[in-house]
């Protein structure tokens, strides 16, 4: 990652379109063409694909146990189908083409409905040749507003992603460009984060709720200017805050803090040659209300107790630029098998626990992400660790994850790396 490959940062805000809320009402999502200002104001504004005439989409603000009733209609000229990343939903609400829907045809409409199970931070997406309907921007933020929210004064998504443009402002078309696929992916020369608000005071303790939608860049990201911690991972809480370091979101990958304003707020992405500002949020005024005392844990995800593995899996990556040769017959490979094969990588009974050790044997980091579930880490010592439903694992290392499969249906497993992801990098499990 090369800071003189990039455009200009800005550093005004970006700012998210007003959420919408789930309860009772039916949300509509309609997928179109869009323009926005993403480079600086000034400069050329960009062509793009988003829903409900903004990209990012809406902010989807939902209840945990709660049906939620959502018409996608698409308004492009091709096909999609939107995927409710994160969410532990029936399988064929998933919007997974081929696997769990029809195509949504140009001018249909599909409803998608379900009872989010879980609280916290997710998005959705296209899920249709997605390494180019995400790049154009169809996604959005999904969160599954808490029973019992913390005891914050601000509620604030942040959502980074990146676009390869030209400086006119127009995205440049390599969406599935070889030499890119066999790399690290499709990598824009300008990001920016999107904040669903663009003010605080000092003093404020504030939720930030971080996600990273990029179709292939990893994010290694800074908080300047407030003090506090991590309280959850792919929108799961953590049973104890951590304290908040420099974080890493790999693609799909969500991280929520809770942090204290003890200064000007900016987010950075660090590179080698220094930090690219995202975002800032303006500070002014104090908060003279606010009593600092401890960050507290949200309340505990309510997920099944994983038991004595009975299968252990090996996921072994393979391919792309550098990598040795295997038999698939695509550029990525997951057991010497590219895309998506008539038999599923695993077969689970409803409610087994399985063990997958994902093996990297590729020259490029990969976020490897499971549908319908999510997962335990298991962590260096051993122990059972976070809980994801995206697990970023470098090159030459491997880690082993924990899952409980409790949920029946045909479910992807795939890079998150978009890029990879078409470029082979896909397989399935079945749930019976
Ligand atoms: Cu964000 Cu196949 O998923
Ligand atoms: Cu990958």
């Known amino acids: ?53 903004s990209m990012p989409g809406p902010e989807l603000r939902v209840r945990r146990g709660e049906r939620v009733t959502i018409d996608v209609e698409n308004g492009l000229d091709e096909g999609t189908a ?42 959705y997406h296209s899920h249709y040749i997605s390494y180019e309907q995400v790049a154009r921007g169809m996604m959005g933020p999904l969160i599954v507003e808490d029973d019992a929210p913390p005891d914050v004064d601000h509620d604030i998504t942040v959502l980074m992603s990146d676009w390869q443009m030209g400086e006119d402002g127009s995205l440049t078309e390599e969406f599935s460009d070889m030499h890119s696929v066999a790399h690290g992916g499709y990598m824009g020369n300008f990001a920016r984060a999107f904040l669903s608000q663009d003010q605080v005071q000092t003093g404020d303790r504030v939720r930030l709720r971080l996600i990273n939608a990029a179709t292939n860049r990893i994010f290694p990201v800074a908080v300047s200017g407030v003090s506090g911690a991590v309280v959850a991972l792919d929108g799961m809480a953590l049973s104890e805050p951590r304290p908040l370091a420099e974080l890493v979101l790999a693609p799909a990958q969500r991280v929520d803090l809770i942090v204290d304003v003890v200064g000007s707020v900016g987010f950075d992405m660090m590179t080698r040659q220094g930090p690219y500002r995202l975002a800032d949020l303006a500070v002014s005024g104090t908060n003279t209300n606010r009593q600092a005392g401890p960050i507290m844990a949200l309340s505990p995800p309510q997920l099944p107790i994983p038991a004595e593995p009975s299968q252990h899996l090996t996921l072994t990556m393979m391919g792309g630029a550098m990598g040795r040769r295997h038999n698939g017959d695509n550029i990525w490979a997951f057991n010497n098998a590219s895309d998506l094969q008539a038999d599923p990588f695993g077969s689970f009974q409803n409610g087994e626990t399985v063990r997958v050790t994902f093996v990297n044997d590729t020259s490029f980091p990969h976020g490897i992400h499971l549908h319908g579930h999510h997962f335990y880490e298991v962590d260096k010592k051993g122990a059972v660790g976070d809980l994801r439903d995206t697990t970023l694992v470098n090159a ?27 470029g082979g990098m896909r397989t399935w499990v079945n749930v019976a």
């Open 1 to 53: 990652m090369n800071r003189r490959q990039f455009l200009a940062s800005v550093s005004a805000t970006a700012i998210l379109p007003k959420p919408t809320f789930g309860a009772q009402d039916r949300l509509r999502l309609k997928a179109e063409a869009v323009t926005r200002q993403i480079l600086p104001e000034g400069d050329g504004a960009t062509a793009m694909l988003g829903f409900n005439k």
């Open 82 to 123: 939107v995927h409710w990343h994160g969410i532990r939903l029936e399988n064929q609400m998933d919007g997974v083409p081929m696997l769990t829907q029809e195509l949504i045809n140009p001018s249909e409409t599909k409803t998608y409905s379900f009872v989010p199970p879980d609280e916290g931070t997710f998005w």
């Open 396 to 422: 030459d290392e491997s880690r082993d994850i924990i899952c409980v499969f409790d949920n029946p249906g045909r479910w992807l497993l795939h890079c998150h790396m978009l890029s990879h992801a078409v």
